[in-house]
């Protein structure tokens, strides 16, 4: 285990010593800051919240997986990297279950646990005293890209976290009704959030509302296969870029990679860490296409409103609550999205609209300092709820 305490960490540890500062540990994500997904985003805003709310914030990660020269980085936020298997099916657990027992050590007043898998682990933490809030994400035992085992896995790290976590976290309203109906708990809305950006420049060879885009994890709930049919046909009037991969290699890699080389109209860019970059490309797309279909609140979506993206998204109940009137929508055949991009690609006075109505959306509901607000709130009634069960059972 490799434990990294900022160089500027001296008056919160000063503060913990006497008793001043409570201690917050975020657990189930690669690390501060990182850039793979939805729940580092998260915490490369949460985090430093926390530490200008007054918290001792400690992030688990893994090895390899953050930027610690990030110039963004905020050094008061304490790192710890913890061990685990680098595999598909085993990462999230035995990271999951090092960084826990690391936290076991601690005890901190509060963990945030991202990810159900964990649920495994979460009676450690009630044993040691601590409590927990959970984010329990999407409903991950319905994803395609998972086999059996893994689906059964999650499902039995679910009913876990259903039993042991003391508050949960739902991104949207509908993951919050699938718990209440499948598990019997209530849970706390939180979404996500989105940062609206200056005017960016324009990447290289782009021209605004002119390029078709789509960012996302090359799975098959995310529409890339009937995405990438649709492309033969898109390509021929419009500019393509691809964000993304599957992180581990395999047909729909060679897929993206066999469409640039076919196609002088498709630039694929594979995974992005560059935000400004990224931000860009939403900022001016001409239609950002979200196919996203199992989970709630997607991250990228969010994001992409935050941007003013002229938004086509794959027509599901998590897409039309977050987007409301803000979007147009399609069935996930090959032949209705390049259809629906293709219109709105075709009519500018349309795609003003959406971007306008994105923004506004982003605005009203799906904001950084909310989200993270929220968060703050969720945590602190947790501490306090623990308090006042171990007062109810001293006196009785």
């Given at each position: 285990?490799?434990?990294?305490?900022?160089?500027?960490?001296?008056?919160?540890?000063?503060?913990?010593?006497?008793?001043?500062?409570?201690?917050?540990?975020?657990?189930?994500?690669?690390?501060?800051?990182?850039?793979?997904?939805?729940?580092?985003?998260?915490?490369?805003?949460?985090?430093?919240?926390?530490?200008?709310?007054?918290?001792?914030?400690?992030?688990?990660?893994?090895?390899?997986?953050?930027?610690?020269?990030?110039?963004?980085?905020?050094?008061?936020?304490?790192?710890?990297?913890?061990?685990?298997?680098?595999?598909?099916?085993?990462?999230?657990?035995?990271?999951?279950?090092?960084?826990?027992?690391?936290?076991?050590?601690?005890?901190?007043?509060?963990?945030?646990?991202?990810?159900?898998?964990?649920?495994?682990?979460?009676?450690?933490?009630?044993?040691?005293?601590?409590?927990?809030?959970?984010?329990?994400?999407g409903i991950e035992w319905e994803r395609a890209k998972w086999g059996r085992?893994?689906?059964?896995?999650?499902?039995?790290g679910a009913r876990l976290t259903a039993r042991f976590g003391d508050t949960?976290?739902?991104?949207?309203?509908?993951?919050?009704?699938?718990?209440?109906?499948?598990?019997?708990?209530?849970?706390?809305?939180?979404?996500?959030?989105?940062?609206?950006?200056?005017?960016?420049?324009?990447?290289?060879?782009?021209?605004?509302?002119?390029?078709?885009?789509?960012?996302?994890?090359?799975?098959?709930?995310?529409?890339?296969?009937?995405?990438?049919?649709?492309?033969?046909?898109?390509?021929?009037?419009?500019?393509?870029?691809?964000?993304?991969?599957?992180?581990?290699?395999?047909?729909?890699?060679?897929?993206?990679?066999?469409?640039?080389?076919?196609?002088?109209?498709?630039?694929?860019?594979?995974?992005?860490?560059?935000?400004?970059?990224?931000?860009?490309?939403?900022?001016?797309?001409?239609?950002?296409?979200?196919?996203?279909?199992?989970?709630?609140?997607?991250?990228?979506?969010?994001?992409?409103?935050?941007?003013?993206?002229?938004?086509?998204?794959?027509?599901?109940?998590?897409?039309?609550?977050?987007?409301?009137?803000?979007?147009?929508?399609?069935?996930?055949?090959?032949?209705?999205?390049?259809?629906?991009?293709?219109?709105?690609?075709?009519?500018?006075?349309?795609?003003?609209?959406?971007?306008?109505?994105?923004?506004?959306?982003?605005?009203?509901?799906?904001?950084?300092?909310?989200?993270?607000?929220?968060?703050?709130?969720?945590?602190?009634?947790?501490?306090?709820?623990?308090?006042?069960?171990?007062?109810?059972?001293?006196?009785?």
């Open positions: 285990m490799q434990l990294n305490h900022s160089k500027n960490g001296g008056v919160l540890e000063k503060e913990r010593a006497m008793g001043r500062a409570q201690s917050v540990a975020i657990i189930g994500t690669r690390g501060y800051p990182s850039y793979y997904g939805g729940f580092e985003t998260a915490v490369r805003k949460l985090a430093p919240y926390l530490v200008d709310a007054g918290w001792d914030t400690t992030v688990y990660g893994r090895p390899g997986s953050t930027r610690q020269d990030d110039l963004d980085r905020d050094l008061r936020v304490r790192c710890v990297q913890t061990r685990g298997l680098e595999t598909k099916s085993l990462s999230t657990l035995s990271y999951g279950l090092t960084a826990i027992m690391h936290a076991v050590r601690s005890k901190p007043d509060v963990a945030l646990i991202m990810n159900v898998a964990n649920g495994f682990w979460l009676p450690l933490l009630r044993l040691r005293g601590i409590p927990t809030v959970v984010n329990v994400d085992l893994a689906k059964a896995v999650f499902r039995m949960l976290v739902a991104d949207s309203v509908e993951i919050a009704r699938r718990w209440k109906t499948d598990f019997g708990r209530d849970s706390v809305f939180i979404p996500y959030g989105g940062e609206t950006p200056e005017q960016l420049p324009l990447q290289d060879g782009l021209a605004r509302r002119q390029y078709v885009l789509v960012v996302a994890r090359f799975v098959p709930e995310n529409t890339i296969p009937e995405f990438f049919e649709a492309v033969e046909r898109i390509a021929r009037n419009h500019a393509v870029v691809i964000v993304g991969s599957s992180g581990y290699g395999g047909e729909l890699d060679e897929a993206a990679s066999a469409l640039d080389k076919a196609h002088e109209n498709v630039s694929w860019l594979g995974h992005l860490s560059d935000d400004r970059k990224l931000l860009s490309l939403w900022q001016n797309a001409g239609v950002y296409f979200h196919g996203h279909s199992v989970g709630g609140t997607n991250p990228a979506l969010v994001q992409a409103m935050a941007c003013g993206a002229p938004i086509v998204a794959r027509d599901t109940v998590y897409n039309r609550e977050v987007l409301g009137d803000a979007t147009h929508l399609t069935s996930p055949t090959p032949s209705d999205i390049a259809e629906a991009i293709e219109k709105l690609m075709s009519d500018r006075e349309a795609q003003e609209i959406a971007s306008q109505k994105a923004l506004q959306r982003s605005a009203e509901i799906y904001t950084w300092d909310s989200v993270c607000a929220s968060y703050e709130r969720g945590i602190s009634e947790s501490i306090g709820r623990k308090s006042r069960l171990r007062s109810s059972a001293a006196k009785g």
